[in-house]
C-alpha cells in the first residue's frame, strides 16, 4: 500500500511539475473534471503516458516508455522524474539494487527538487530492507548480503539531507544496524549523534538505552580503559532525574551496581600492577581511592583482605603515620574487624 502512494504520488508530481493533465473536483457534481491536458505528441505527454503504465502495474512497458524518453529528451526538465519512473518499475518487480541507479542520479543531478527527496524517500526505504536482511541479485538469485550498502545508503541520506525527518528515520536505522551488527563503538556514535540531532524524536528513549547498553559493551576488562564505564555511569544517573520510568525500565540500579563492581576490579587491577612493579605507595592510594569510590564492591572487600596485608609492610612510616584509622574503620565496615598495621607487620615481617 504505501508503495502504491508513492507511485501515485510520482505520477501526480510529474503532471503538475510539467503542466501535464490536471483535474479539478466540480463542487455541483462532485466528479473530477479534466481542466488541463499536455499537448498530444509533446515530450511531457509520453511521459504521463510511461507514468500511466507505471500506475497501472504495467512495469516493462514502462521502463521501456521511460528509458526511451530518456534517450530522446536528455536536457528535459522533467529528466529527474523520468528516472523516478523507470527506478519505481524497478523496486515494483523487486529489483531493489537496480532500482538505486535511478534513484542516485535523482539525488545527485537534480539536488533542491521535489524529485530528489522522493528519490531519497526510495533509498531509504531500500536501505532499510538491506539493513533487515534483504539480500541482492547475484546469477539471478537472492543471496549476496547488502548491508554495506544499507549503511552507505543511510549515511548518505543523513548527509543530504540533515536534520529532516528522512535523516532522523535513517540516523536511527543506521545505529541499530550498527548494534545488531555488534559494532558497538559505531553505534554508540550513531546514538549519541541521533539524540543531540533529533531531542525530540519519539524514538529518543530507545536510543537513550541502547546509548547505554553500548558504553557498557565497549568496556573490555580491567586492564583496558574504562571511560566507556563512566559513561554509562554518568547517562544512567541523567536518566534516573529526566525520566524515572525510563530508567526504572532499564534497571538503571542494577547496572550502576554492575559498573561500580566493573571500576572497583579496574582499579583493584591498577593496584596489583602498581605493587608488582614495586611502587607500595601507588598502590595504596589507589586503594585509598578505591574505598573512597566503590566501597560497596567485592573489589573493596579483596583489597582489604587480601592486597592490603601485602602493602602496608611495604610502606615508610611517615605513610602509615599519616593514614591514621582510615583503613580501621573501612575493615569495620566491610570486614567486621580491624587489622592494625602492627598486627600486619607482624603477620608479614
Known sequence: MYRFILFIFSLALAQIASGQETYTLDEKTDAW????????????????????????????????????????HKRHPLMGEAHIIHGDALFAQ?????????YEVVARDHYGTQAEIIALERELEIATLFAH????????MRISDATDEAEELLIRIQERLPLSPLA??????????????????????????????FPRSPELNKARARLIYTRLATYRGPAFNAAGLDDARKELLQLQYISPRLAEKVNSNGLITRIDESLGQKMLHTARWYLKTNNPIAAEYTIRRLLQLHEHTTASIEALEHLLPQILPQLPPIVLNELGDFYDIYQELLLGKVITATETLETNP
Open 168 to 197: 532522523e528515520t535513517a540516523g536511527l536505522e543506521l545505529a541499530d544496524l550498527y548494534y545488531r551488527r555488534k559494532q558497538m563503538k559505531l553505534s554508540n556514535d550513531m546514538y549519541q549523534i541521533f539524540i543531540e540531532n
Open 33 to 72: 473534471i479534466l481542466t488541463d491536458a499536455p499537448e498530444p505528441g509533446s515530450p511531457e505527454a509520453q511521459l504521463a503516458v510511461a507514468s500511466k503504465r507505471l500506475a497501472e502495474g504495467e512495469y516493462q512497458e514502462a521502463m521501456k516508455l521511460s528509458s526511451i524518453w530518456m534517450t530522446r
Open 94 to 102: 523487486r529489483y531493489y539494487y537496480e532500482s538505486l541507479f535511478d
Open 133 to 140: 536482511g534483504v539480500k541482492k541479485l547475484n546469477f539471478g
